[in-house]
Structures are given as structure tokens and as C-alpha cells.
């Protein structure tokens, strides 16, 4: 039964791409009705899947003997990110439905879509390593395809590129730990490895400790790989929902929290982690809080919660970071349709063109400031119970700085989201623009997931208990839901991270009378602007890429005889190779 | 002694078909290496291939060669190839040998198999490859089809009744051209 | 090394390979290089039949080597087929020519 959930939570939406895309762009109305259909029955099916979760590999497909076998397992981690991935998915297809009406070439939208669902329901219900790089794979080049999607544009063509390049060199971490894997015990099943981690060579699991810590700050765009998200921007919104805040950038922090049993006795493992997490989180804070495009401070804002949950994995707290997870999906696919719905009827992104929106957009106003208590970390949105765990787990486990920084964090946090909240519904109009509410779909989207941001947190017992039942190696602190929220009310960390975010408001409410303070750290903020230099290191490694390809294309002749020439210089060279090996 | 001529024969009628200018001359030396092939196979024990080899190889393909130059037509411009042919010759023989050195002698083992007949064996243990099979055909099916269609709209139908025009090729045509800056433009 | 039969019909294979390969490396017209595969495919079906024969598992070869007469036919009709178009678009079967189009 769980086997052929597995393979409709899989096989739904890809069906789903295929049929919108054989239906055609002449008939949107029929290609908006099976998108949605197939990305709702996908959810559904995922969240049927919950009662079935357990450690067992349920669904296996026997493929030959060099890629052993394909296999998929329903535990809690997998079946809970796949209900993520779907239903999120499902949200920002339904919202897609207004917000890209009148757009040409929506059956390739859709298809890329629902492609990249059922990718990334593939990548977190799977078992074996080989076929995992292959999920994530296709959720790289579904994530260059949608950003690029606008193809027109060279801004968006570039940003596509380099979340493509960055992606993509990160992966290669993922696959040389797989092959090192398999070279030394020789099957690529995520549970044997878990098992019999300890038996590899120190040096060996090291370099398959950071290679893996590679690819995920390469995919959850943690420093210093974070310089595609923001670029990334450039994606038709509910895109940028799905992809950079519910579903692909998770896939790193999955990657971290499903390895941590067999990486955390590397030496310096943890201790780095903790460190991306602390730079990532404080840095793109920073960033966040001087930038003027809207989609920006909210990419930078995923950058600094994936922070969190990275630090959290750091200092050992596995569930508290899964549970952080679970609420910034829910908020931030909030906030960047909320902030879709902006877009849509504004039409800037530019902050400073906005202004008392909220008195024309009453309903994406009030969805929005709940998405943003919710990231700022204010009781009782699910942003406060998850980012307190954190927290706290932080303060008891991790070293002291790391706590401080991650505290600062917070409050930045909280300074951002208000400026952004402020200077996009509250302050005087800046432009004459006529902004309309939003329409019927969007507003289905927006709802459901405002009101999962108000309760996702009373999930947290089941929560946990989900994951310890389903994760037979990892040491998981769970606790059912009232005595998590008790112990989150009276630890001595929430009071003070309370304090914090009340200090970051309050800096903004005075923020005139510490208009000296802002011209002291004017210095700061044009090096926050200038993305501290990761930037211009970044713009160097493209056009490296690209020169190098520049170069290369001369091998590329197009005459077939040549190629054959190819052909036979590598058969050649194959057989010397095992003459000389013989 | 037999195998011995059957092999020689087969490869000299491969050079032969690589060798001569005329297209249907090319096509009927083929059909004779392939004669020559399915009598090997025949002598080795598996008579059923043999008999496929015969007449799909040497009948079936040769009848579409013939045909399909008729209908194409022969071009008079090839000459010289674009590799330097002491080089192709020099790859080929080099990985020919290394092959050799590598699988041969072979020992014949000879004892048969207790095996099922043929028949059983295609359908039964490889059915899946017969599947594969139809759907291949199916497939060479649908896109010889789709080549040979009938032009949809006038204006693709005028593009295929336009004059093919005269090939130019370029002074330059000694070995590993690379294509030029300012390609021909060849007018359909 | 003895000249058995098999031996023989294993050396008559690797002929076939590289006279199909040298085919394709030096023929400039497209049906010279659609008849180099051909041959190609004649030495790879020899080759299973050999090692069927070695082993004593005829049939199993056999069926191997009639899907892969099979797929080769299918190349050679398709294949034919685009030489037709290709003569009819464009005027000329010459691999050079060809691949320097534009549009």
C-alpha cells in the first residue's frame, strides 16, 4: 500500500507535467484545471502516506547490478517533506492560476512545476544515494528552468545560470561522497551507510562529511555558496515560494539532518555546520535589513531561517531544526505569496515605490503582518515555538558565541521584517499606484497557509514522535505538544530572545531618533550591500565557467566524421587501458 | 579450412562495399558480406539467425539500399575524407589488435547447454526483448512516416518543390575543417 | 593459438570492426556511412553468436542476436529515410556540406 503511495506522490505530478504540456498552450483553462487537480491529488496522497511511515525500505526496484537497487523508504523526515513538497506545491500551483494569467507559454510552466513536485518528493522519500543525486539533479535544472523562465530577460537568463552553476558544483560533493560510499561498502543504501559508517577509513569519512556539507550549503544556499538565491529572484513569484522557500532549499537541510548519525563523530563536522549556520543567519540578516527590493529581503530572510536550521543540526538538535522546517515552509511560502500578491497589482518590487498598501489591500495585508510575526518569532505564530527550540537547544549545546550571534540574529530578524511590513503597507503612499486586492485563487492559498502558520505548531508532538519512531539511529529529544510548548514558555532562553526582538522593534519604531546610529554604520551597510564581496568571487567563478566552455566549444565541429574520431580515440584508449590492466 | 574462406570473403567484401564509389555497387557487396556472415552462422549451430541474417540482411536492406538510392540519387562530388585516411586506418588496426590481444584464444567449452528450443527461448525468457522489439519497429514505423510526409501547409510544400540548389563548398577542404566564420548558405 | 573455428570467426569479427569503423571515420556520404553501420552490427551480431557457441547457450545468442538484427533494420529504414529528405531539402548527401547549415 505505502509502496504505491510512494510511487503516485512520485508519478502524479510528473503525469500531471506530461498531460499540461500535451494539452497545449491554445486551451490555459484546461492546462490551469490539470495542473491543480494533479498537484492537489499528489498532496492528498502524500498526506495519506502518514500513517504508514516506519523505517522499512517499502518499494524496490531492482535496476542491475552497478546501480544496486532503487529503493524508497516512507520515514518520518521523507514522508514529511513530501507532504511539504506536495502541498505546498499545490498552494503556489493554485495561486499560479491568477498570478500567471495571460502569460504565454504556461504549459512549459506548468510542466517545469509539477516536474520539480514530483522531483522533489522523489529526492526525500528515497533511499539510495545514486538515485537521491538523481532527484537532486532534476531539481537543479527544473530551478534553472523556472528562474530562467522569462527567458527574455537577461537578468532572469543569468540568475538561472548561476543558480544552475552554483547547484551544480555543490552536487558534485553529493556524488563523490556517494561513489566513496559505495567504493568501500559497496551498496549506495542510506541505511547501510548509516549503519556501518563507523567502518569506513577516518580520512574517507571526512572527506564524505564535508563533501556532503558542500552540496548542502551549495543547495540551501548557505555561505559562502548563497549567492544564487537572491539572484533567484527573478522567477514568476509562486515559483520562488515553492522553490526558494518550501521545497528545493530544504533539500540540504534534509541532507544534513537524514546524515547527521553517521557524520557527528567527525571531528570539526559539527563544529562547522554550527559555523555556516551562524555566518549564513547573521550575514544575510544583514543584507536583509539594507536592501530595498522586496523579493530580496525575503530570499535573504530564507538564507538567515536556513541558517538556523543548519545551526541547529550543528549543535546536535535534529528535531528542533526538522520542527523550524516545518514553520518556515509554512511562513516564508506565505510571505513570498503575500508579497506575490504585492507584485501583482503593484507591479515594483522596489519597497521605496510602495506604501499604504495596506489600506488598498486589506486581505494580503493582514495574511502578510501574520507571516511576518511568524519570521520575526512572536508567540503564538508557529515562528516563535520553533525558533525558541532552537534557541534553547542552541544555548545548551553549542558554544556561547555561537548562541550570541544566533541571538543578535534574531533580533535583526525582527528589524528587518518590521521595516519591510512598515515600508510596504503602513508608511505615506510614495507612488500613485492603484493597487486592487487580491483575486479568488490567490486568496485560497494565502488563507490556508496563513491559517497553517497560526497551528502548525500544535503538530509538534506528533511531530516528534513521527520522527523518533521512523529514525532508529538518530538520539531525537521529542516530547509531546503541551510539554513542548511548556518547556518553550519557561526556559530562560525565550525570555531573553523575547527581549532581543522587542529591542529590534523598538529600534525601529525610534528609528528617527537613532538617525546617528544609522549614519555610524553607514560603512557596514554599503559592505551588506556589496554581499560583503561573496559577489565579485562569485561573478569570478562564472565567468571562469564560461570561458572555459568559451574555449572548449572548438572541439565541437559538428562534422560527424570528427566525432566518430572521437568515438574510436576513446575506444582506444578504453582498451589500452585494460590491455595495460590485464 | 571453410571458416577460413568465409571470413576472408566477409571481409573482403566489407572493404570492397567502404571501398567502391558507386552507391549500388556499395549496397550489393554488402548484401555479399552479409551472405557470407549468415552461411558463419549457420555453421556455428545457430541455423534460426542464419536464415533472419539472409533475409533481412541480404535481402530486406539491400532492396532498400537499391531503392532508396534510386530515389536519392548519387552525388558525384565525394572524394576526399576528412580525416587523413593513414590516421583512420592506423586508429582502427590499432584498436582491432588491442581486441584481439585481449579476447583471444577463446576456448571452446562445445558441451551444449541443456537448453530449451528456440522458439521457447525468444518468446519465453526474452519476451521482453521481443516487447522492445515491436515497439522499435513501431517506432522506425512512426518516424519514416513522419520523414516522408506530405508537406502540411503550401508553404512547406513550395519549400520541397523548390530546385535544390548548387552545393558551394569551400576552397579549403583538406583534413579537420573547422567551420568557417561565415558559413555557405546552403537554400532549400 | 589453435585457428578452431571459433577462433576464426572471432578474427573475422574484429575485420568486420574495423572496416564498419573506418567507414565511418572516412566516408563523407551519408548512405556510405549508414552501409559502415551496418557492418558494424554484422561483427557485433558474429560476436554473440561466437559466444553463444563457446559457451553452448545457441538459442540464448540467437535470440540475442535477432533483436539486434532487428534494431539495425529499423536504423537502416530510418536512416534511408532521412538520407531521402535530406537529399530532397537540401540537394546534397555529403556529411561536410551538411554540417554546416544554418536553419
Keep these: 500500500m505505502a509502496a504505491w503511495f510512494i510511487l503516485l506522490t512520485v508519478g502524479l505530478p510528473w503525469l500531471g507535467g506530461l498531460s499540461v504540456w500535451w494539452v497545449g498552450d491554445k486551451r490555459p483553462g484546461a492546462q490551469n484545471t490539470l495542473a491543480v487537480g494533479f498537484s492537489v491529488v499528489a498532496g492528498l496522497v502524500a498526506l495519506a502516506l502518514l500513517p504508514f511511515t516506519s523505517d522499512a525500505v517499502v518499494l524496490r526496484l531492482p535496476v542491475g547490478g552497478v546501480f544496486g537497487e532503487f529503493t524508497f523508504v516512507?520515514?518520518?523526515?521523507?514522508?514529511?517533506?513530501?507532504?511539504?513538497?506536495?502541498?505546498?506545491?499545490?498552494?503556489?500551483?493554485?495561486?499560479?492560476?491568477?498570478?500567471?494569467?495571460?502569460?504565454?507559454?504556461?504549459?512549459?510552466?506548468?510542466?517545469?512545476?509539477?516536474?520539480?513536485?514530483?522531483?522533489?518528493?522523489?529526492?526525500?522519500?528515497?533511499?539510495?544515494?545514486?538515485?537521491?543525486?538523481?532527484?537532486?539533479?532534476?531539481?537543479?535544472?527544473?530551478?534553472?528552468?523556472?528562474?530562467?523562465?522569462?527567458?527574455?530577460?537577461?537578468?532572469?537568463?543569468?540568475?538561472?545560470?548561476?543558480?544552475?552553476?552554483?547547484?551544480?558544483?555543490?552536487?558534485?560533493?553529493?556524488?563523490?561522497?556517494?561513489?566513496?560510499?559505495?567504493?568501500?561498502?559497496?551498496?549506495?543504501?542510506?541505511?547501510?551507510?548509516?549503519?556501518?559508517?563507523?567502518?569506513?577509513?577516518?580520512?574517507?569519512?571526512?572527506?564524505?562529511?564535508?563533501?556532503?556539507?558542500?552540496?548542502?550549503?551549495?543547495?540551501?544556499?548557505?555561505?559562502?555558496?548563497?549567492?544564487?538565491?537572491?539572484?533567484?529572484?527573478?522567477?514568476?513569484?509562486?515559483?520562488?515560494?515553492?522553490?526558494?522557500?518550501?521545497?528545493?532549499?530544504?533539500?540540504?537541510?534534509?541532507?544534513?539532518?537524514?546524515?547527521?548519525?553517521?557524520?557527528?563523530?567527525?571531528?570539526?563536522?559539527?563544529?562547522?555546520?554550527?559555523?555556516?549556520?551562524?555566518?549564513?543567519?547573521?550575514?544575510?540578516?544583514?543584507?536583509?535589513?539594507?536592501?530595498?527590493?522586496?523579493?530580496?529581503?525575503?530570499?535573504?530572510?530564507?538564507?538567515?531561517?536556513?541558517?538556523?536550521?543548519?545551526?541547529?543540526?550543528?549543535?546536535?538538535?535534529?528535531?528542533?531544526?526538522?520542527?523550524?522546517?516545518?514553520?518556515?515552509?509554512?511562513?516564508?511560502?506565505?510571505?513570498?505569496?503575500?508579497?506575490?500578491?504585492?507584485?501583482?497589482?503593484?507591479?515594483?518590487?522596489?519597497?521605496?515605490?510602495?506604501?499604504?498598501?495596506?489600506?488598498?489591500?486589506?486581505?494580503?495585508?493582514?495574511?502578510?503582518?501574520?507571516?511576518?510575526?511568524?519570521?520575526?518569532?512572536?508567540?503564538?505564530?508557529?515562528?516563535?515555538?520553533?525558533?525558541?527550540?532552537?534557541?534553547?537547544?542552541?544555548?545548551?549545546?553549542?558554544?556561547?558565541?555561537?548562541?550570541?550571534?544566533?541571538?543578535?540574529?534574531?533580533?535583526?530578524?525582527?528589524?528587518?521584517?518590521?521595516?519591510?511590513?512598515?515600508?510596504?503597507?503602513?508608511?505615506?503612499?510614495?507612488?500613485?499606484?492603484?493597487?486592487?486586492?487580491?483575486?479568488?485563487?490567490?486568496?485560497?492559498?494565502?488563507?490556508?497557509?496563513?491559517?497553517?502558520?497560526?497551528?502548525?505548531?500544535?503538530?509538534?508532538?506528533?511531530?516528534?514522535?513521527?520522527?523518533?519512531?521512523?529514525?532508529?539511529?538518530?538520539?531525537?529529544?521529542?516530547?509531546?505538544?503541551?510539554?513542548?510548548?511548556?518547556?518553550?514558555?519557561?526556559?530562560?532562553?525565550?525570555?531573553?530572545?523575547?527581549?532581543?526582538?522587542?529591542?529590534?522593534?523598538?529600534?525601529?519604531?525610534?528609528?528617527?531618533?537613532?538617525?546617528?546610529?544609522?549614519?555610524?554604520?553607514?560603512?557596514?551597510?554599503?559592505?551588506?550591500?556589496?554581499?560583503?564581496?561573496?559577489?565579485?568571487?562569485?561573478?569570478?567563478?562564472?565567468?571562469?565557467?564560461?570561458?572555459?566552455?568559451?574555449?572548449?566549444?572548438?572541439?565541437?565541429?559538428?562534422?560527424?566524421?570528427?566525432?566518430?574520431?572521437?568515438?574510436?580515440?576513446?575506444?582506444?584508449?578504453?582498451?589500452?587501458?585494460?590491455?595495460?590492466?590485464? | 579450412m571453410l571458416y577460413i574462406c568465409l571470413a576472408v570473403g566477409a571481409i573482403v567484401c566489407a572493404i570492397q562495399a567502404i571501398r567502391v564509389s558507386r552507391l549500388v555497387a556499395s549496397a550489393l557487396w554488402l548484401a555479399g558480406a552479409s551472405a557470407l556472415v549468415s552461411i558463419t552462422f549457420y555453421m556455428m549451430g545457430a541455423q534460426q539467425v542464419a536464415v533472419i541474417e539472409l533475409s533481412v540482411g541480404a535481402g530486406l536492406v539491400t532492396v532498400l539500399f537499391v531503392f532508396a538510392i534510386g530515389i536519392a540519387g548519387e552525388d558525384a562530388l565525394d572524394a576526399r575524407s576528412l580525416l587523413p585516411r593513414p590516421l583512420a586506418l592506423g586508429l582502427v588496426i590499432l584498436s582491432s589488435l588491442l581486441l584481439g590481444w585481449l579476447t583471444l584464444p577463446v576456448i571452446d567449452i562445445g558441451v551444449p547447454h541443456p537448453e530449451l528450443p528456440f522458439a521457447s527461448v525468444l518468446w519465453q525468457q526474452r519476451g521482453l526483448d521481443v516487447l522492445v522489439q515491436v515497439v522499435l519497429i513501431f517506432a522506425g514505423i512512426l518516424g519514416v512516416l513522419g520523414l516522408l510526409a506530405e508537406a502540411e501547409t503550401p508553404e512547406e510544400a513550395r519549400a520541397v518543390e523548390r530546385e535544390p540548389a548548387e552545393v558551394t563548398l569551400p576552397e579549403r577542404d583538406d583534413e579537420l575543417a573547422m567551420p568557417e566564420p561565415t558559413p555557405e548558405r546552403i537554400h532549400a | 593459438m589453435m585457428l578452431s573455428p571459433l577462433n576464426v570467426t572471432l578474427i573475422a569479427m574484429l575485420g568486420l570492426l574495423a572496416v564498419g569503423l573506418y567507414g565511418l571515420l572516412v566516408a563523407r556520404n551519408l548512405i556510405k556511412i549508414v552501409i559502415a553501420l551496418q557492418i558494424l552490427v554484422k561483427a557485433a551480431t558474429l560476436a554473440l553468436v561466437a559466444a553463444s557457441s563457446a559457451s553452448g547457450q545457441i538459442n540464448l545468442g540467437q535470440s540475442l542476436a535477432a533483436t539486434v538484427i532487428v534494431a539495425d533494420t529499423v536504423v537502416a529504414v530510418v536512416g534511408m529515410a532521412l538520407a531521402v529528405q535530406v537529399r530532397r531539402r537540401f540537394g546534397t548527401l555529403d556529411v561536410k556540406a551538411l554540417s554546416t547549415l544554418r536553419g
Design chain 1, 74 to 582: 516512507s520515514d518520518g523526515p521523507g514522508v514529511f517533506l513530501a507532504i511539504i513538497a506536495t502541498v505546498i506545491g499545490s498552494l503556489a500551483v493554485i495561486f499560479s492560476v491568477d498570478y500567471m494569467r495571460g502569460e504565454a507559454q504556461l504549459g512549459r510552466y506548468y510542466a517545469l512545476v509539477l516536474l520539480f513536485i514530483g522531483a522533489m518528493a522523489g529526492l526525500v522519500l528515497t533511499a539510495s544515494l545514486l538515485l537521491l543525486f538523481f532527484f537532486w539533479e532534476i531539481t537543479a535544472f527544473c530551478s534553472y528552468a523556472l528562474i530562467a523562465f522569462d527567458n527574455d530577460d537577461p537578468k532572469a537568463v543569468s540568475g538561472g545560470i548561476k543558480a544552475l552553476i552554483v547547484t551544480s558544483l555543490g552536487g558534485i560533493g553529493l556524488l563523490a561522497g556517494a561513489l566513496a560510499i559505495h567504493a568501500h561498502l559497496g551498496s549506495y543504501q542510506i541505511g547501510v551507510f548509516l549503519a556501518e559508517a563507523h567502518r569506513l577509513p577516518p580520512t574517507t569519512l571526512n572527506l564524505i562529511a564535508f563533501g556532503f556539507i558542500l552540496a548542502a550549503a551549495a543547495k540551501s544556499a548557505q555561505v559562502p555558496f548563497h549567492t544564487w538565491l537572491p539572484d533567484a529572484m527573478e522567477a514568476p513569484t509562486p515559483v520562488s515560494a515553492l522553490i526558494h522557500a518550501a521545497t528545493m532549499v530544504n533539500a540540504g537541510v534534509y541532507l544534513l539532518a537524514r546524515f547527521y548519525p553517521a557524520f557527528e563523530s567527525v571531528p570539526g563536522w559539527k563544529m562547522a555546520v554550527v559555523a555556516v549556520g551562524l555566518l549564513s543567519a547573521l550575514l544575510a540578516a544583514l543584507m536583509a535589513l539594507v536592501s530595498n527590493d522586496l523579493k530580496r529581503v525575503l530570499a535573504y530572510s530564507t538564507i538567515s531561517q536556513l541558517g538556523y536550521m543548519v545551526y541547529a543540526i550543528g549543535v546536535g538538535a535534529v528535531f528542533a531544526s526538522q520542527f523550524h522546517l516545518l514553520s518556515h515552509s509554512v511562513f516564508k511560502a506565505l510571505l513570498f505569496l503575500g508579497a506575490g500578491a504585492v507584485l501583482h497589482a503593484v507591479g515594483t518590487r522596489d519597497m521605496r515605490e510602495m506604501g499604504g498598501l495596506g489600506r488598498q489591500m486589506p486581505f494580503v495585508r493582514a495574511v502578510f503582518v501574520i507571516g511576518a510575526l511568524a519570521l520575526a518569532g512572536l508567540p503564538p505564530l508557529n515562528g516563535f515555538w520553533s525558533k525558541e527550540l532552537v534557541l534553547e537547544a542552541g544555548q545548551a549545546n553549542g558554544p556561547e558565541w555561537a548562541y550570541l550571534g544566533m541571538l543578535t540574529g534574531a533580533g535583526i530578524t525582527a528589524l528587518y521584517t518590521f521595516r519591510a511590513v512598515w515600508m510596504v503597507f503602513y508608511a505615506e503612499p510614495r507612488g500613485d499606484r492603484h493597487a486592487h486586492d487580491a483575486p479568488a485563487a490567490m486568496r485560497v492559498s494565502l488563507g490556508v497557509l496563513s491559517l497553517g502558520t497560526l497551528s502548525t505548531w500544535l503538530l509538534a508532538g506528533p511531530f516528534g514522535h513521527l520522527l523518533a519512531a521512523s529514525l532508529p539511529l538518530h538520539t531525537l529529544h521529542v516530547l509531546p505538544t503541551f510539554e513542548v510548548t511548556a518547556e518553550v514558555i519557561t526556559a530562560p532562553a525565550t525570555i531573553v530572545a523575547m527581549a532581543v526582538i522587542a529591542l529590534g522593534l523598538l529600534l525601529w519604531l525610534w528609528r528617527d531618533w537613532l538617525a546617528w546610529l544609522s549614519n555610524l554604520l553607514r560603512g557596514p551597510a554599503r559592505a551588506a550591500t556589496g554581499d560583503f564581496g561573496f559577489e565579485w568571487l562569485n561573478r569570478r567563478v562564472i565567468s571562469l565557467t564560461q570561458g572555459t566552455a568559451t574555449v572548449l566549444q572548438i572541439t565541437q565541429t559538428g562534422q560527424l566524421n570528427w566525432n566518430v574520431l572521437g568515438i574510436v580515440g576513446a575506444l582506444l584508449i578504453i582498451l589500452a587501458i585494460m590491455a595495460w590492466g590485464a
